[in-house]
């Protein structure tokens, strides 16, 4: 064998055991989800096999499944711009700040030390009717009776910005840290103001970082199911949820795959569209 | 030997140096491999010695009895280890079975002759040898008789407990008086807006859509009339709860006044001293609970099981535990003092007081009826 045929397949050989996964764990069961779109299911028991267009001509044609999409491609994007604007200046504390930059990194980390569930369901212990907030403002004659505050979509909003802020600042954050400080000292020396150079130079450089992390939360965002469980009321809803009540509360998982390919496609769509004008390469760094 | 004694002997010779770190890792991960390879034949390999039985049931206070006064005395008598695992409701835990493989799932403490149905229709019901059951002779009839119209040949679960879905209500804000007076329409009165709760169980929401609108659960003339009131709740609730944890805990923190509610959980807020009534209005939703085993499992193991379960003491015990009444009849077991005080007991033990569903009436509308719920839950 010649080195360079050697060479050739190096990459190969270091790359199959991720390929291998890939493949059996994530291109074969999509590939069982779209076999499963085309069945039907029975009325009850087995579902049939075949190739039956009714699942996607429901999911494509029918109204309640357009808007339920376009409701949550919107939570997603009011918790994607509240991130953003939470988020930001929070990344350009850590990112200009001297001595204490590990430990406000750490603490950025900390909440994924914890279960996601716990910490939505911490929401209740503090916006619930005898919740710590409640009982605050009643304790300061601020409010003669506590508020009902949760079990709607803003709290369904503020679950999911507690969840995805992190995503956010860490990808803003290492943007931020790829700036070289020198430009904005060079702006101030042209006679810019800290907000002119701000605005003009320190701004549009970390867009990227900006983006992915928007991408980030957009894609997370519309996937999630739990947080309208846990803190939605009776209508609220996300598209992952129809999918979990269709697997799981109506045991009609062709429907449910072809909800859930929907929803891949959409969200899919969204990904490739970033990988065009941004490339995938801000997204790595911000994840790594 | 089990597999917990090989890792544990693998894992001394390791701390004793008799083994390298890296041939440790690599056996390791040999049995990984090799149990993952083996896994989808390991059906066919059920006559070897069984030395655990996995159960899954309800969670919570429910799980807690069964794992104090059933599992663990009977692994201390057997041997056999019981692994327990949880579920919110019987359709994620059908779905989790539709997708496991034989064996891999044994007992399940199964809510409703119509999950019994469901599991038939599936192909997932055993045959179980009564023989090995000889405390099956003191389970009430009633309960028997329903499993048998849906299996005549075999039976593939043994009815354990019994309970209903009544009214649950918060003595502070609702007095007795009112709940008897306005009975499942209470769910649907605007003066309890934002307080009212309920379960996101399509059954149960269509069962009381029934009961708003005057019909018979088990034979509703007019369906739609069901889901505009089920738009009247959804409008009025401040939420769906989806499990019995979040049950109690919406009834506790006060933070809904009304619901409808396991029997069984709100007997255990009552007796954590909350001020919470609970009535079964008429027609309420009764149901009886057994355990079901799958498809694939010991048979011989899972029959033991159950014979222990339904021995008096430990069924007895586990249904103080839990607060439901047990399968046992009453005319031929004593029950004790507590039990005759649970909600939903019935001393007669013909359990003509309650109204099931009619498990070929509601499994032949739940493709459609599930689904409308979802869309109705959303503004539909």
């Given at each position: 064998m010649t080195i360079e045929s050697r060479e050739k397949r190096q990459p190969w050989i270091l790359l199959s055991p991720a390929l291998t996964a890939v493949t059996l764990l994530l291109i074969v069961p999509l590939l069982f989800i779209v076999v499963y779109s085309f069945w039907l299911r029975s009325a009850a028991g087995a579902d049939t096999?075949?190739?039956?267009?009714?699942?996607?001509?429901?999911?494509?044609?029918?109204?309640?499944?357009?808007?339920?999409?376009?409701?949550?491609?919107?939570?997603?994007?009011?918790?994607?711009?509240?991130?953003?604007?939470?988020?930001?200046?929070?990344a350009y504390f850590i990112a200009r700040s001297r001595g204490n930059k590990l430990i406000l990194l750490v603490l950025l980390m900390l909440p994924f030390w914890i279960s996601y569930i716990i910490r939505t369901m911490s929401w209740i212990n503090i916006l619930g009717i005898s919740g710590a907030l409640n009982s605050a403002l009643l304790a300061l004659g601020i409010i003669s009776e506590p508020i009902q505050m949760l079990y709607n979509e803003v709290t369904v909003i503020l679950g999911l910005v507690h969840f995805l802020l992190p995503f956010m600042v860490l990808n803003i954050y290492v943007s931020l840290e790829g700036i070289d400080t020198n430009l904005e000292d060079a702006a101030n020396s042209l006679g810019a103001t800290r907000w002119q150079s701000f605005i003009q130079v320190t701004l549009p450089l970390s867009l990227p970082g900006l983006a992915a992390g928007g991408l980030l939360c957009f894609v997370l965002g519309a996937g999630t199911y739990i947080t309208p469980v846990i803190l939605g009321g009776p209508r609220d809803a996300m598209f992952a949820n129809l999918v979990f009540e269709a697997i799981i509360r109506q045991l009609n998982w062709p429907l449910g795959s072809a909800l859930s390919l929907a929803l891949l496609a959409v969200l899919g769509a969204l990904v490739l569209i970033y990988n065009r004008y941004l490339g995938?390469?801000?997204?790595?760094?911000g994840l790594g | 030997m089990d597999n917990t004694t090989r890792y544990e002997r693998l894992r001394e010779r390791l701390q004793n140096g008799d083994l390298d770190r890296r041939k440790f890792l690599g056996l390791i991960g040999a049995a990984g491999a090799a149990y993952g390879l083996q896994t989808p034949f390991a059906k066919y390999a059920n006559a070897q010695t069984v030395s655990q039985v996995r159960f899954d049931g309800?969670?919570?206070i429910v799980s807690e009895a069964f794992r104090k006064y059933a599992f663990d005395p009977y692994t201390a008598k057997t041997g056999?280890?019981?692994?327990?695992?949880?579920?919110?409701?019987?359709?994620?835990?059908?779905a989790q079975v539709r997708a496991s493989q034989p064996g891999e799932y044994n007992i399940a403490h199964l809510s409703g002759v119509f999950d019994y149905a469901r599991y038939h229709s599936f192909d997932l019901t055993s045959a179980l040898n009564l023989d090995n059951i000889p405390n099956m002779s003191l389970v009430m009839p009633a309960l028997t008789n329903a499993f048998a119209a849906v299996t005549p040949d075999s039976l593939s679960?043994?009815?354990?407990?019994?309970?209903?879905?009544?009214?649950?209500?918060?003595?502070?804000?609702?007095?007795?008086?009112?709940?008897?007076?306005?009975?499942?329409?209470?769910?649907?009165?605007?003066?309890?807006?934002?307080?009212?709760?309920?379960?996101?169980?399509?059954?149960?929401?269509?069962?009381?859509?029934?009961?708003?609108?005057?019909?018979?659960?088990?034979?509703?003339?007019?369906?739609?009339?069901?889901?505009?009131?089920?738009?009247?709740?959804?409008?009025?609730?401040?939420?769906y709860w989806a499990s019995g944890a979040e049950l109690m805990s919406l009834l506790a923190e006060e933070e809904i006044h009304v619901t409808e509610g396991w029997s069984?959980?709100?007997?255990?807020?009552?007796?954590?001293?909350?001020?919470?009534?609970?009535?079964?209005?008429?027609?309420?939703?009764?149901?009886?609970?057994?355990?079901?085993?799958?498809?694939?499992?010991?048979?011989?193991?899972?029959?033991?099981?159950?014979?222990?379960?339904?021995?008096?003491?430990?069924?007895?015990?586990?249904?103080e535990g839990q607060n439901y009444p047990p399968a046992l009849d009453p005319t031929?077991?004593?029950?004790?003092?507590?039990?005759?005080?649970?909600?939903?007991?019935?001393?007669?033990?013909?359990?003509?007081?309650?109204?099931?569903?009619?498990?070929?009436?509601?499994?032949?509308?739940?493709?459609?009826?599930?689904?409308?719920?979802?869309?109705?839950?959303?503004g539909y």
């Amino acid at each position: 064998m010649t080195i360079e045929s050697r060479e050739k397949r190096q990459p190969w050989i270091l790359l199959s055991p991720a390929l291998t996964a890939v493949t059996l764990l994530l291109i074969v069961p999509l590939l069982f989800i779209v076999v499963y779109s085309f069945w039907l299911r029975s009325a009850a028991g087995a579902d049939t096999p075949g190739f039956y267009v009714d699942n996607w001509q429901k999911v494509l044609t029918d109204r309640f499944y357009r808007d339920i999409l376009l409701n949550t491609l919107k939570i997603a994007a009011i918790t994607t711009a509240v991130c953003a604007v939470m988020g930001y200046p929070a990344a350009y504390f850590i990112a200009r700040s001297r001595g204490n930059k590990l430990i406000l990194l750490v603490l950025l980390m900390l909440p994924f030390w914890i279960s996601y569930i716990i910490r939505t369901m911490s929401w209740i212990n503090i916006l619930g009717i005898s919740g710590a907030l409640n009982s605050a403002l009643l304790a300061l004659g601020i409010i003669s009776e506590p508020i009902q505050m949760l079990y709607n979509e803003v709290t369904v909003i503020l679950g999911l910005v507690h969840f995805l802020l992190p995503f956010m600042v860490l990808n803003i954050y290492v943007s931020l840290e790829g700036i070289d400080t020198n430009l904005e000292d060079a702006a101030n020396s042209l006679g810019a103001t800290r907000w002119q150079s701000f605005i003009q130079v320190t701004l549009p450089l970390s867009l990227p970082g900006l983006a992915a992390g928007g991408l980030l939360c957009f894609v997370l965002g519309a996937g999630t199911y739990i947080t309208p469980v846990i803190l939605g009321g009776p209508r609220d809803a996300m598209f992952a949820n129809l999918v979990f009540e269709a697997i799981i509360r109506q045991l009609n998982w062709p429907l449910g795959s072809a909800l859930s390919l929907a929803l891949l496609a959409v969200l899919g769509a969204l990904v490739l569209i970033y990988n065009r004008y941004l490339g995938m390469a801000q997204l790595a760094k911000g994840l790594g | 030997m089990d597999n917990t004694t090989r890792y544990e002997r693998l894992r001394e010779r390791l701390q004793n140096g008799d083994l390298d770190r890296r041939k440790f890792l690599g056996l390791i991960g040999a049995a990984g491999a090799a149990y993952g390879l083996q896994t989808p034949f390991a059906k066919y390999a059920n006559a070897q010695t069984v030395s655990q039985v996995r159960f899954d049931g309800w969670g919570g206070i429910v799980s807690e009895a069964f794992r104090k006064y059933a599992f663990d005395p009977y692994t201390a008598k057997t041997g056999v280890t019981v692994v327990d695992g949880t579920f919110p409701g019987g359709d994620e835990y059908l779905a989790q079975v539709r997708a496991s493989q034989p064996g891999e799932y044994n007992i399940a403490h199964l809510s409703g002759v119509f999950d019994y149905a469901r599991y038939h229709s599936f192909d997932l019901t055993s045959a179980l040898n009564l023989d090995n059951i000889p405390n099956m002779s003191l389970v009430m009839p009633a309960l028997t008789n329903a499993f048998a119209a849906v299996t005549p040949d075999s039976l593939s679960a043994v009815p354990y407990d019994y309970g209903s879905t009544g009214l649950a209500y918060n003595r502070k804000y609702i007095s007795d008086e009112e709940m008897k007076e306005k009975g499942a329409k209470i769910l649907i009165d605007a003066a309890h807006k934002g307080k009212i709760g309920g379960w996101s169980d399509w059954r149960t929401r269509v069962w009381y859509g029934a009961l708003q609108t005057d019909q018979d659960p088990n034979h509703i003339t007019d369906i739609e009339a069901v889901w505009d009131a089920v738009r009247q709740h959804r409008d009025l609730a401040l939420k769906y709860w989806a499990s019995g944890a979040e049950l109690m805990s919406l009834l506790a923190e006060e933070e809904i006044h009304v619901t409808e509610g396991w029997s069984g959980r709100i007997y255990a807020l009552q007796e954590q001293g909350h001020d919470i009534g609970y009535y079964d209005p008429p027609k309420g939703f009764g149901w009886q609970e057994c355990l079901f085993v799958i498809k694939g499992s010991p048979m011989e193991a899972c029959e033991e099981l159950l014979n222990f379960m339904l021995d008096p003491a430990t069924s007895i015990a586990v249904a103080e535990g839990q607060n439901y009444p047990p399968a046992l009849d009453p005319t031929k077991v004593d029950l004790g003092a507590k039990i005759p005080t649970l909600p939903a007991f019935d001393p007669t033990g013909t359990l003509s007081g309650l109204t099931f569903a009619d498990p070929g009436y509601w499994n032949g509308n739940e493709a459609d009826w599930s689904e409308t719920f979802s869309r109705v839950q959303r503004g539909y």
